[in-house]
């Protein structure tokens, strides 16, 4: 695997001969599934290449998973169970529940609404009084959902820590489990703020974190994501509209 | 007449679209739920001991 070879070079840290420092295969690997997620969003935000993602998320947070059954990993949590970056990664494991939770209930009231006006357009009885009632009803449910989203997004700025600390008298693997676990949750969340804003239909602002992610990654430029989707919520809401405003 | 129901279809087929969308982002929100859960579960499980 080429792309392999290539990801792991900048996790490496000095080496020494006595004592090798190179990461375990598990952060190696979650490493992987790291900047193959960054990668992917640089390209646009589509409904599809978003579901993708959420792919890669499973497959990080499996790698995760794995990570915490290591011996060495709950040693080092054991350990360290006192500092302030294990009370924020218990806060970012609720976060991430959290703004799971707001997106699915997101989706599947958008979806039940969804539900109810195609059956008024699939009978087409009553005629157009009560599908533009309908509309609007659904438009209503909609302005719902996105107050709800724009709230968890306010509540989600800034939460993303990059806390300083010491990491001098920690061993290795601490470190790059420290590392990786903070990567882990800014890209999470950074793909939840893009669905977020993908189902509520409003553009991502350019100082969204994938800043901080590409800050994070060392790498150049991140694209600005779009509302690329020609068939998405956003088109929606905007079809809906001017099927009752203007027609 | 005909541009309105063209219009009504036209809104059908994209409310079809957008419903396969929702399908497959809830199922992989499902997956990544239940992923949070494990995960949490195992530290607090790391922490308590």
């Given at each position: 695997?080429?792309?392999?070879?290539?990801?792991?070079?900048?996790?490496?840290?000095?080496?020494?001969?006595?004592?090798?420092?190179r990461?375990?295969?598990?952060?190696?690997?979650?490493?992987?599934?790291?900047?193959?997620?960054?990668?992917?969003?640089?390209?646009?935000?589509?409904?599809?290449?978003?579901?993708?993602?959420?792919?890669?998320l499973?497959?990080?947070?499996?790698?995760?998973e794995?990570?915490?059954?290591?011996?060495?990993?709950?040693?080092?949590?054991?350990?360290?169970?006192?500092?302030?970056?294990?009370?924020?990664?218990?806060?970012?494991?609720?976060?991430?529940?959290?703004?799971?939770?707001?997106a699915?209930?997101?989706?599947?009231?958008?979806?039940?609404?969804m539900?109810?006006l195609?059956?008024?357009?699939?009978?087409?009885?009553?005629?157009?009084?009560?599908?533009?009632a309908?509309?609007?009803?659904?438009?209503?449910?909609?302005?719902?959902?996105?107050?709800?989203?724009?709230?968890?997004?306010?509540?989600?700025?800034?939460?993303?820590?990059?806390?300083?600390?010491?990491?001098?008298?920690?061993?290795?693997?601490?470190?790059?489990?420290?590392?990786?676990?903070?990567?882990?949750?800014?890209?999470?969340?950074?793909?939840?703020?893009?669905?977020?804003?993908?189902?509520?239909?409003t553009?991502?602002?350019?100082?969204?974190?994938?800043?901080?992610?590409?800050?994070?990654?060392q790498?150049?430029?991140?694209?600005?994501?779009?509302?690329?989707?020609?068939?998405?919520?956003?088109?929606?809401?905007?079809?809906?509209?001017?099927?009752?405003?203007?027609? | 007449?005909?541009?309105?129901?063209?219009n009504?279809?036209?809104?059908?087929?994209?409310?079809?679209?957008?419903?396969?969308?929702?399908?497959?982002?809830?199922?992989g929100?499902?997956?990544?739920?239940?992923?949070?859960?494990?995960?949490?579960?195992?530290?607090?499980?790391?922490?308590?001991?």
């Amino acid at each position: 695997m080429a792309t392999f070879e290539l990801n792991t070079k900048t996790h490496f840290h000095a080496r020494s001969n006595s004592l090798p420092s190179r990461p375990h295969p598990l952060i190696l690997q979650c490493n992987e599934h790291l900047d193959r997620l960054k990668a992917s969003h640089e390209t646009s935000s589509s409904s599809s290449s978003l579901s993708h993602k959420l792919g890669g998320l499973q497959d990080l947070h499996e790698c995760v998973e794995k990570l915490f059954q290591l011996p060495l990993t709950q040693e080092a949590l054991g350990r360290e169970s006192q500092e302030n970056w294990v009370d924020e990664l218990l806060n970012g494991s609720l976060r991430l529940l959290d703004v799971c939770t707001t997106a699915k209930d997101s989706l599947l009231h958008t979806k039940e609404c969804m539900r109810e006006l195609q059956s008024i357009m699939r009978r087409r009885k009553g005629g157009e009084v009560e599908l533009r009632a309908e509309i609007k009803k659904f438009l209503t449910s909609r302005k719902v959902v996105k107050k709800a989203i724009s709230k968890a997004l306010a509540n989600l700025k800034g939460t993303t820590r990059k806390c300083s600390m010491s990491l001098a008298h920690k061993d290795n693997h601490t470190v790059a489990l420290i590392n990786l676990l903070e990567n882990v949750e800014v890209v999470t969340i950074s793909t939840f703020q893009t669905l977020l804003h993908l189902i509520s239909g409003t553009t991502q602002s350019k100082s969204s974190s994938w800043i901080l992610v590409s800050k994070l990654m060392q790498t150049k430029k991140v694209g600005c994501s779009k509302l690329a989707d020609e068939r998405g919520f956003a088109q929606l809401d905007e079809a809906l509209q001017s099927f009752v405003f203007f027609t | 007449m005909t541009r309105k129901s063209d219009n009504i279809n036209n809104l059908q087929n994209h409310l079809e679209d957008l419903e396969s969308v929702i399908q497959d982002f809830v199922e992989g929100l499902e997956t990544l739920f239940k992923r949070f859960i494990k995960i949490r579960v195992s530290l607090l499980k790391i922490l308590n001991h």
